[in-house]
């Protein structure tokens, strides 16, 4: 089946820093991602839609100066983390739907733990 | 807006036990509707879906029918393994609404010998 991975898989670091987090797919092409935030015991929360070409479409409440997605090409989005701070220490997934003649699938990464000191 | 429901877990059987997860939606339009497992250290896989009422998702001894009446797409397996300790999320995507999904909280399956 389709592979979507992210890199990294977790990641530490200071507050006011900013972290990049990829997520790609593997053997398909994407002009499509999406990024998800999970907390602890909480459902997965739909952050953005990521557009190969185009910017990005932010869910409501979520802060698109903070969260900077760039969809650089059809199996690359980057999720960059600006100035982050503990409370954006959280788990982050992103998935990407496959275009099949029948329908679509999506396809997970195995996610970026996030902790901010 | 839309939203799912899910038991909250975690869900501890014995192996060959018969398995219930319970997941209702709200939904404004005529949703399809998803379960996806997540194995430890791994993405989230689709396990099995429906996308319109009275149908029967299956897959791996899992099944779940779309109830439009009861709003409900409950998860079912008549024998669990070991092998399916995981967390499952019960999810909907609205037509037209662009591939986005709606995730319950997750349940977490642990079976035991």
């Known amino acids: 089946g389709a592979v979507v991975s992210q890199h990294p898989s977790w990641v530490i670091c200071k507050s006011g820093t900013s972290v990049k987090i990829e997520c790609r797919s593997l053997d398909f092409q994407a002009t499509t991602m999406f990024w998800y935030r999970q907390f602890p015991k909480q459902s997965l929360m739909l952050m953005a839609t990521s557009n190969e070409g185009s910017k990005a479409t932010y869910e409501q409440g979520v802060e698109k100066d903070k969260f900077l997605i760039n969809h650089a090409s059809l199996t690359l989005s980057t999720l960059t983390v600006t100035s982050a701070h503990p409370e954006d220490s959280s788990f982050y997934i992103c998935s990407a739907p496959r275009t099949g003649r029948l329908n679509n699938e999506q396809f997970f990464g195995p996610g970026t733990r996030l902790t901010v000191l | 807006g839309d939203s799912v429901t899910q038991m909250e877990g975690p869900v501890t059987l014995s192996e060959e036990a018969f398995l219930t997860i319970n997941c209702t939606y709200t939904a404004t339009g005529y949703p399809s509707l998803f379960w996806y497992v997540q194995y430890p250290g791994e993405g989230l896989q689709l396990l099995l879906k429906?996308?319109?009422?009275?149908d029967k998702g299956s897959n791996k001894g899992f099944e779940a029918t779309y109830r439009k009446e009861t709003t409900s797409f409950h998860l079912e397996k008549g024998s669990v393994q070991v092998s399916d300790s995981a967390v499952y999320f019960c999810?909907?995507?609205?037509?037209?609404?662009?591939?986005?999904?709606?995730f319950g909280t997750g349940t977490q399956l642990k079976v035991e010998l």
């Open positions: 429906a996308t319109k009422a009275d």
């Open positions: 999810a909907l995507s609205e037509p037209g609404g662009g591939n986005k999904l709606t």
